[in-house]
């Protein structure tokens, strides 16, 4: 869009440009309105006039060339208009109410979904970045059409990426390939997918990009021999069947080859379908009469034969896959679909809207292909934070899909990757909610196990049963982490209401304020973007948003030195020490997202601190754990003990001896008769040191340090202490 601006004037004829994109509508639409057209490259012109791009040539040329591109697809007028004006807004003093009035609502809507939120209010890049994301995906659900400008905007932006800065060259490439290739396949653009790919993979590892290139023209007449040995009685047998066919070769292109070295790590040289064979035929049943022929005269892999036709992917593609062993041992892919079904694997979308003569445009059904667009603005209520939303669209934009199947039959579309419990949620929301088994092809599978195309998955439920946070790194479909994330929000809303609530009375009393959540706190609230008193209570207790942010806002205050809140904790747990089956009391809350640190392992008996973490809840620390750094100290809380006598806690010691004979069983021996058992060990030798991490099981600081005590006492033993990670 607004990239690379520049003060070195070049000479283009623009009107040149612009007889070139009319003739080239006019070509397959006679009757489009040409002087619309020319009244909107005036306008546009006129309202970049002066502006230059980094190659020294007029801005405006940028917009030309991507209406262009958008007239190489044939497209309608009101999609060329809003070409040619789809950066007035964001860069000229031209606003979205002056595109209205002159050209309508429909260009204007396209013309808004490609400009970038410039008036966004946050300071953090990634959150204005995510935020013109979803402006753009919301825009393009409501009016497809808009992609279509935005990619072929990105198409010509790198095919002149050499003329910014490298860090810009490097950024503009990365985003490319993160978003706008993906986003290109998802609406079945195949030819700008490639294209994009293989310009940002030169930008972004040369060296390898020219290694492969340099690697395929080498084999290029031993390829062209094979597709011509396998073309030719291939052309043969077709036409004895009665098949009118198109045969010809098709070059993979270079992004692709080398993700495919990458993934079965292997050189160039031994990637033996570098080309694939294309047979175009008339008819559907021509498709599949073509595929017996092809596994008559070649030996097909069972597992590579792929119906694109029964089961077309999300972005419209339809095509027969298969992959046959041909001379010397090789493999090769072959394709094999109708001429319709070919144009619509380059062009995707666009064929929804391409101009057709002789005829009324022809009804081409693409929900599927946005319906997953649409998906996301219903969840959009859920999810507050932009980057939350980013993140799930890029799941949905990397994946390509699986088919499996139900017990009954019903076929279902899963990104590659998934898992039984994404199918859960795919048949289901409350299927999934209530996941507890999953059976794959009759035999009981875990619910992170990956499915394949052609399984059939059988999910086991219990009413009693929900999802827990674990499920998030389970689940890889945008769908299901939606509703987990759902469910634990609201789950867990009630639980941070009430703890946020407590962290900021301890807050309010301690600075003394004339201050009353109900009554101040609203205000803040809307200050900060939560429309209601609950929704900010509860950022504060589920650790989104920090005690000192909302009260500052009353009253701006520095922050405590860590060591006066340390000091504060030290005093507090002196004090309290209560014992119950629930575990940690939070500020007098009973068992309220407790998770203990890993890094310190607390038990019974040590000095402890809360730390309200982002989403998990609050975090239970030893008091001075190296891992409480001074920027988390004011999400510090106060906590204490609330186990039973029995609770059972893990903690690892670190064991240095004399290495001897019998050391092992000694250690072994001394902490068993301290009454406490052994769950694991990792002994090492080195010269005349052993070494031990041994991990035990106690129930409170007193029984740790009797194992402690016991242990020092064994022959040999150096030292022994408590594990803590750094």
């Not at 989104?544 to 009253?555: G, P, Y």
């Not at 520095?558 to 014992?579: H, S």
Request: aromatic share 6%; with cysteine; charged share 30%.
């Amino acid at each position: 869009m607004s990239e690379g601006l520049s003060h070195r004037v070049g000479d283009v004829d623009m009107d040149a440009m612009m007889r070139a994109v009319v003739r080239k509508v006019g070509a397959y639409n006679p009757n489009a309105d040409g002087d619309l057209l020319w009244q909107a490259f005036r306008f546009g012109k006129d309202a970049h006039e002066g502006q230059l791009r980094k190659s020294g040539e007029p801005y405006f040329t940028h917009a030309l060339t991507v209406a262009g591109i958008l007239a190489d697809l044939r497209l309608d007028v009101d999609t060329l208009v809003a070409a040619l004006l789809h950066d007035v807004v964001e860069d000229t003093p031209v606003t979205l109410e002056d595109v209205r009035d002159l050209y309508g609502p429909d260009v204007e809507h396209m013309v808004d979904g490609v400009t970038k939120i410039s008036d966004l209010r946050s300071h953090n890049p990634d959150t204005r970045q995510a935020e013109s994301y979803r402006k753009l995906v919301f825009s393009i659900a409501q009016d497809p059409r808009t992609v279509l400008i935005k990619l072929a905007d990105r198409l010509h932006n790198m095919r002149t990426v050499e003329y910014l800065a490298p860090d810009r060259q490097q950024g503009m490439s990365r985003e490319t390939l993160d978003v706008y290739a993906p986003l290109a396949h998802r609406f079945g653009l195949a030819k700008i997918k490639w294209e994009l790919e293989d310009r940002a993979f030169k930008v972004l590892d040369p060296s390898a990009y020219f290694e492969v290139e340099r690697g395929v023209k080498q084999s290029r007449a031993v390829r062209e021999r094979v597709i011509e040995e396998i073309g030719r009685p291939l052309g043969d047998a077709m036409a004895d069947a009665g098949i009118t066919a198109e045969i010809s070769g098709r070059p993979k292109h270079f992004y692709s080859i080398y993700n495919k070295m990458k993934a079965q790590d292997l050189p160039l040289e031994r990637i033996y379908d570098l080309y694939a064979l294309r047979i175009l035929v008339e008819t559907k049943v021509d498709c599949y009469h073509a595929l017996g022929i092809v596994h008559s005269l070649f030996t097909p892999l069972q597992d590579r034969i792929k119906d694109y036709i029964a089961n077309p992917k999300a972005n419209m593609y339809q095509s027969l896959h298969t992959t046959v062993q041909v001379t010397g041992g090789k493999f090769l892919e072959i394709q094999i679909r109708t001429s319709e079904m070919h144009a619509r694997s380059e062009i995707g979308i666009a064929a929804h809207w391409r101009y057709k003569e002789g005829s009324d445009n022809e009804t081409i059904d693409f929900s599927r292909m946005v319906n997953w667009l649409r998906q996301m603005m219903a969840w959009e209520e859920d999810v507050a934070d932009p980057r939350e939303f980013m993140e799930n669209m890029k799941i949905d934009l990397f994946q390509d899909e699986v088919f499996v199947f139900s017990p009954r039959g019903d076929l279902f579309q899963l990104p590659r990757g998934a898992t039984p419990l994404d199918f859960a949620f795919e048949v289901h929301s409350e299927v999934g909610l209530h996941c507890v088994g999953a059976k794959v092809n009759g035999r009981i599978v875990s619910l992170g196990t990956p499915l394949e195309s052609r399984d059939s998955v059988e999910i086991l439920t219990s009413r009693s049963a929900h999802p827990s946070m674990s499920w998030l790194e389970i689940v890889k479909s945008a769908k299901a982490r939606h509703h987990v994330r759902r469910w634990i929000r609201s789950t867990q809303f009630v639980d941070s209401v009430k703890l946020g609530r407590e962290i900021l009375l301890r807050e309010i009393r301690k600075r003394k304020l004339d201050v009353e959540i109900d009554r101040d706190l609203e205000a803040v609230g809307q200050e900060l973007g939560y429309t209601a008193l609950d929704k900010l209570l509860a950022a504060v207790g589920a650790g989104d948003l920090t005690h000192a942010k909302v009260l500052n806002r009353l009253e701006p205050q520095e922050k405590n030195p860590p060591q006066k809140l340390v000091e504060m904790g030290r005093d507090i747990y002196a004090t309290v020490m209560r014992r119950r089956v629930s575990g940690v009391r939070i500020q007098g809350l009973d068992n309220m997202m407790v998770r203990y640190a890993r890094c310190c392992e607390p038990i019974p008996g040590d000095e402890v601190v809360g730390l309200v973490t982002r989403g998990r809840g609050v975090s239970v620390h030893r008091m001075g754990c190296s891992n409480l750094s001074d920027a988390e100290q004011e999400r510090l809380i106060e906590v204490s003990w609330d186990v039973d006598a029995e609770q059972i806690f893990m903690v690892k010691l670190t064991v240095t001896a004399l290495d001897r004979k019998g050391l092992l069983a000694d250690l072994s021996d001394a902490i068993r008769g301290a009454g406490v058992n052994i769950r694991s060990g990792d002994f090492k030798s080195e010269d005349d040191l052993a070494r031990a991490m041994l991990l035990i099981e106690v129930r409170n600081l007193n029984n740790l340090e009797k194992v402690l005590k016991v242990v020092r006492r064994v022959p040999g033993v150096q030292h022994v202490e408590r594990y803590q990670v750094s």
